[in-house]
C-alpha cells in the first residue's frame, strides 16, 4: 500500500510542478504570518498526555471511517473539546481528504494545524506551508536517510515544525542518525498487516532519548490506553478514527482524555540510540 501511495504521489507532484513553481511559493510565503507553533502547543499543554486530533474520512483499510463528514464542523467540535492540535488528512486518493481543508480549518479554530499526507518531494513542504499548515509529517519509512535530512531542514527553514513517524526500531535508528527530531511519532499501526499494538510505543520509548517528544499514534481507543502510553513516556498522542466514529465528536474527546490534567510520575525513557 505504502508503495502504492509514493507512486501516486509522484504523478501528483509532478502535474503540480507543471502549474504553480516552487519559487512562486517560496516567494509568496515572505508575507505569511509566522506558524502557530506545533511543538511547543503540545510540549507545554497543561495535560498530562496531550492530544492531536484528526479530521479523517477514510483510509486504505477501513474505507469510508465518517459519511457525514465536515472538516470545518469537526474541526469546530475539536475547539470546543480543548484539543491542543489539529491533524489535517489532505491525500485524496486514499484518504478522501483536500488540501483546501488546511485553510478553511485554520480560519476557525487557534489551534496549530498538522498537515497529514505523504511527503515525497520539497514542492509539498512548500505547498504545506502556504496552504496553512504549522508543520508537516514525514514517514521514515518511505524516505531516505538523506530526504529526512532535506525535507527536515527545509521545513525549518521555511517556519514549519515537523512530525518524524516511526514504525519499528531499524526506522528509529535511521531518523536518529539523520537529525535531532524536535518531535517523534511512534505508529502503533502495522503496515503490512494494519493491525495496531500499543506496546509498538511502549517498547521503542525506551530506545529514544527522553529530551525528545513522542507522540504515540494508532490504536488509542480509551482512557486507560493513553494512560499506558503516557507511563511509557509518550508526550502526546494522536487519534483520529476513534473521534471520527462517535456521533458527539466533544464527548468522545472528553471520554478518552478523562483525568488528564495533571502530569504523572513517567517511567525512565533511555538514550541508547
Known amino acids: 500500500m505504502l508503495r502504492k501511495i509514493v507512486e501516486q504521489k509522484k504523478g501528483e507532484v509532478a502535474i503540480l510542478r507543471q502549474g504553480t513553481s516552487l519559487q512562486q511559493m517560496l516567494t509568496e510565503m515572505k508575507a505569511l504570518p509566522a506558524t502557530r507553533g506545533f511543538v511547543n502547543a503540545l510540549t507545554t499543554s497543561p495535560r498530562k498526555v496531550s492530544l492531536i486530533a484528526e ?19 469537526i474541526a469546530g467540535s475539536y475547539q470546543e ?9 489532505t491525500d485524496e486518493t486514499f484518504f478522501q481528504g483536500e488540501l483546501r481543508y488546511l485553510q478553511m480549518i485554520k480560519e476557525l479554530v487557534p489551534q496549530p494545524l498538522l498537515r497529514k499526507d505523504f511527503t515525497i518531494d520539497e514542492y509539498q513542504i512548500a ?9 508537516i509529517l514525514l514517514i521514515a519509512a ?31 535508528e535511521q531518523v536518529m ?14 503496515l503490512r498487516t494494519f493491525t495496531t499494538n500499543l506496546d509498538t510505543s511502549v517498547d521503542l520509548l525506551k530506545l529514544i532519548p527522553s529530551g525528545i517528544p513522542v507522540v504515540s499514534e494508532s490504536g488509542l481507543a480509551t482512557a486507560e490506553d ?23 465528536v466533544v464527548q468522545a474527546v472528553r471520554e478518552l482524555m478523562q483525568d488528564q490534567h495533571m502530569k504523572p510520575q513517567v517511567i525512565s525513557r533511555g538514550d541508547t540510540i
Do not use: C
Not at 127 to 135: E, L
Not at 177 to 190: C, F, H, K, Q
Open 55 to 73: 479530521v479523517k474520512k477514510a483510509s486504505p483499510s477501513k474505507g469510508i471511517i465518517r459519511a457525514n463528514f465536515d472538516p470545518v464542523a
Open 81 to 89: 473539546a480543548g484539543v491542543d492540535a489539529i491533524s489535517v488528512l
Open 127 to 135: 505547498q504545506s506551508r502556504v496552504s496553512g499548515a504549522d508543520a
Open 142 to 172: 518511505i524516505l531516505d536517510s538523506e530526504q529526512i535530512k532535506h525535507f527536515y531542514q527545509m521545513a525549518v527553514e521555511i517556519g514549519l515544525d515537523v512530525l518524524i513517524e516511526v514504525h519499528d526500531q531499524t526506522e528509529l
Open 177 to 190: 542518525s539523520a537529525v535531532e527530531p524536535m518531535l517523534l511519532g511512534i505508529n502503533n499501526r502495522d
Open 226 to 248: 493513553v494512560h499506558l502510553v503516557g507511563m511509557a513516556g509518550a508526550r502526546s498522542i494522536l487519534v483520529g478514527e476513534q473521534f471520527m466514529r462517535q456521533e458527539d
